[in-house]
């Protein structure tokens, strides 16, 4: 997430509110070059989500351009998905076998 995106704020709100039901496994990398804006989007989620810094150039090198970005990934930090809007994110979560949603492993 980009503090400064409002976007980023609208889709990370939606998706802790949906999650409320799914309860599925998460954490928001957040970029935190700009500390002022990154400690208030700390103020503003941290009650709700786990918040881990990354430098804008360590995004990138993940390949994350645009925002915001959310990515599905299983036990062995493979990334399974990628998705800009939650509703799409929601759908996938909600038709994966529960065991997958809870953080167990497949087999």
């Known amino acids: 997430s980009l ?3 409002l976007p980023c704020h609208e889709a990370l709100t939606e998706f802790l509110e949906q999650n409320q039901k799914l309860q599925f496994p998460f954490a928001c990398l957040a970029e935190a070059d700009q500390v ?3 400690e208030m989007f700390c103020h503003d989620y941290r009650e709700q989500v786990e918040i881990n810094p990354i430098k804008k150039t360590q ?3 993940l390949g994350i351009r645009s925002f ?4 599905v990934i299983d036990d ?3 990334i399974l998905r990628e998705f800009s809007l939650v509703h ?3 759908r996938y979560i ?3 076998p529960i065991g997958l949603q ?3 492993q497949d087999g």
């Open 36 to 38: 002022e804006y990154f």
């Open 88 to 90: 799409f994110l929601v």
């Open 102 to 104: 809870i953080g167990e």
């Open 94 to 96: 909600e038709q994966m």
């Open 76 to 78: 062995y930090g493979i």
């Open 3 to 5: 503090p400064t995106c």
């Open 68 to 71: 915001p970005t959310f990515l």
């Open 59 to 61: 995004l990138l090198r």
